[in-house]
């Protein structure tokens, strides 16, 4: 059974959306390579909607499929250096994986 999405502040509502499989399998399995990026948005969307997080500074670094380019998009409260300073724990992360 699909559930509807509801209008929120802004625009679609995500908190009851349903997990997709791909979704399902990457968290039971730990696994960020079985994500498809639209499922991790969606996760995102549904924790934030659901009031699970309340991000304050948002980094989004995408490359298209069969590009090389690489797109950056910030939503933040805070400064530059913040946001560095996010995007070199995630690069940390990666590497201890």
Known sequence: MTK????GRGGPHYAHYPPSLAERR???????????????????????????????NLLLIWQARGGDALHVTVAAESNELVVAGMLTTAIYALQVR
């Open 4 to 7: 509807r999405i509801t209008r």
């Open 26 to 56: 990457a968290e039971a399995a730990s696994d960020w390579t079985l994500w498809e990026p639209r499922d991790a948005l969606l996760s995102l969307l549904r924790q934030i909607d659901a009031g699970e997080l309340d991000p304050r």
